[in-house]
Nanobody
Framework: QVQLVESGGGSVQAGDSLTLSCLAS????????IAWFRQAPGKEREFVSA????????EYADPVKGRFTISRDNAKNTVYLQMDSLKPDDTGAYYC????????????????WGQGTQVTVSS
């Protein structure tokens, strides 16, 4: 089993920055990819970004390209999501997810999920 714990959410103004963290524990050797998804009230969960655990390949959803940066620190078993130039549309619960396969934008590919951290961006 893999456990994921997110942190770093909060309430900010448009244009501000936040950095989310996802700490992985347990059978981390099973992890190939870690991703961030988000879910706004009344909307479906959507892919934000993902990074492979070993090869540093990363992908971003179009709405966040150029504003968000994903990175990982294997020594700390932690993946970060640096979010700059935040917009009200970025508001939602952000979830960290881990998969045993390569990067996929479909949440069904991810075996383990964190509990989520709330990000609220006001205009």
């Amino acid at each position: 089993q893999v456990q994921l714990v997110e942190s770093g959410g909060g309430s900010v103004q448009a244009g501000d920055s936040l950095t989310l963290s996802c700490l992985a524990s347990g059978r981390t050797t099973s992890i190939y990819t870690i991703a961030w998804f988000r879910q706004a009230p009344g909307k479906e969960r959507e892919f934000v970004s993902a990074i492979t655990w070993s090869f540093r390949r990363a992908e971003y959803a179009d709405p966040v390209k150029g504003r968000f940066t994903i990175s990982r620190d294997n020594a700390k078993n932690t993946v970060y999501l640096q979010m700059d130039s935040l917009k009200p549309d970025d508001t939602g619960a952000y979830y960290c997810a881990a998969a045993e396969v390569g990067i996929a934008r479909n949440s069904d590919n991810y075996n383990w999920w964190g509990q989520g951290t709330q990000v609220t961006v006001s205009s």
